[in-house]
Nanobody, 127 residues
């Protein structure tokens, strides 16, 4: 049985940084496309960034480009989201997810519409 566990969230001031981690067990990230998604209060899930575990290709939503960096450490079976220059509008619960048959753009476009989310990790950015 496979699991994903998100961690690394917290409370930071605007302009601060956080690094989120998504640890996988029971499978290898090398075989999947992995994405970070977020849900702000009262809103639906939205994509943040996606990465291919096979070739490392990445996709970023426009609102996080040049601020966030997604990466995968296959040896640790962990995906990271380095978030710099955080803004209050980044406040949300962040989730990671995997899919086996999507490229990074499709993953980020379609996965938010699906069910099945873990506990996530809360990120709160104060102004």
């Amino acid at each position: 049985q496979w699991h994903l566990v998100e961690s690394g969230g917290g409370l930071v001031q605007s302009g601060g940084s956080l690094r989120l981690s998504c640890v996988g067990s029971g499978f290898s990230f090398e075989d999947y496309t992995i994405g970070w998604f977020r849900q702000a209060p009262g809103k639906e899930h939205g994509a943040v960034s996606c990465i291919s575990g096979q070739d490392g290709s990445t996709y970023y939503e426009d609102s996080v480009k040049n601020r966030f960096t997604i990466s995968v450490d296959n040896a640790k079976n962990t995906v990271y989201l380095q978030m710099n220059n955080l803004k209050p509008e980044d406040t949300a619960t962040y989730y990671c997810a995997i899919e086996g048959h999507y490229d990074v753009q499709t993953m980020c476009a379609l996965r938010p519409r699906m069910r099945g989310w873990g506990q996530g990790t809360q990120v709160t950015v104060s102004s």
